[in-house]
């Protein structure tokens, strides 16, 4: 019988989703990589410059793209649960856009949620940025924070454009470039005079802040492990490098083999 359980395919293994997930992580990457990129760009676009028809048609297709990729994903994913707990901050950016596409929402998006809803799109995006940097750099070192610095000031600061405007916020950003410099200042840790007057600037503040705060310290370093590197590679440094180790116990084994055949006349015990 067709419907006989006997002749039922057998469901497929935990192992057999996860090696299907990883290819068709694979599959996707060259792409997804591209749409976030691409998604990043109109985002910031928007922040700076305000949407057009274009562009939420654009923005619209790469959203719908997304969606079907987390729901392959989820399909594929062995464990549900774990799954949506590792990535929850992509269902609430992947969410947020839907509001956009309904017009029983149109009220919303003249209210001040849709501010709300804006700096969690901002949020999100940084977070598929950050996804896709460490998809195509393969690894977190200075590439990887130096990059995900840049995305965090590009983004932030049009954030902080659409949040804190001159013409509605006193001393507020007349530019994106005035918005990008504030950004990089705070990103340094060195701040400015003027401080976020909104709760949502007040937040992207905090959250850049944070970053700084975490990333400034690691970038430090590694200009100072680079330079010290440098200095230990010099004859002339002041550091000991690799090959002054290397020579001090060459030097040490043979002072120790000259003083062998004297410590045997002498009886004394062998190290």
Not at 87 to 96: E, K, M, Q
Not at 97 to 126: D, E, H, K, M, N
Not at 227 to 238: K, L, P
Request: with cysteine; charged share 20%.
């Amino acid at each position: 019988m067709a419907d006989d359980p006997q002749h039922q395919a057998p469901a497929p293994s935990e192992d057999e989703r996860w090696n299907a997930l990883a290819e068709l992580d694979e599959w996707l990457r060259t792409p997804m990589l591209v749409l976030s990129f691409l998604w990043l760009l109109l985002v910031v676009v928007e922040l700076i410059w305000g949407t057009s028809d274009a562009l939420e048609t654009f923005g619209t297709a790469i959203w719908i793209a997304f969606i079907v990729e987390f729901v392959v994903r989820f399909a594929l994913a062995p464990e549900k649960t774990a799954f949506l707990s590792r990535n929850w901050l992509t269902i609430i950016a992947l969410a947020v856009p839907a509001f956009r596409l309904f017009r029983a929402f149109r009220v919303l998006r003249a209210a001040r949620a849709a501010r709300s809803l804006r700096l969690v799109r901002i949020v999100g995006t940084a977070n598929r940025g950050m996804n896709a940097l460490r998809a195509s750099l393969s690894r977190r070192g200075l590439g990887y924070v130096t990059g995900l610095t840049v995305l965090v000031a590009l983004l932030g600061a049009g954030g902080m454009l659409a949040f804190e405007p001159a013409s509605q916020v006193e001393g507020g950003f007349e530019s994106y470039p005035d918005a990008l410099w504030w950004t990089g200042m705070l990103l340094a840790t060195m701040g400015s005079e003027f401080w976020p007057k909104t709760p949502e600037g007040r937040i992207l503040c905090f959250l850049l802040a944070l970053y700084g705060f975490a990333v400034f310290g690691y970038i430090t370093a590694s200009f100072a492990s680079f330079f010290v590197g440098r200095d230990a590679a010099s004859d002339q440094g002041e550091v000991a490098g690799a090959k002054e180790i290397a020579a001090l116990r060459g030097e040490i084994a043979a002072l120790r083999r000259d003083l062998r055949p004297e410590r045997e006349v002498s009886g004394a015990p062998q190290p």
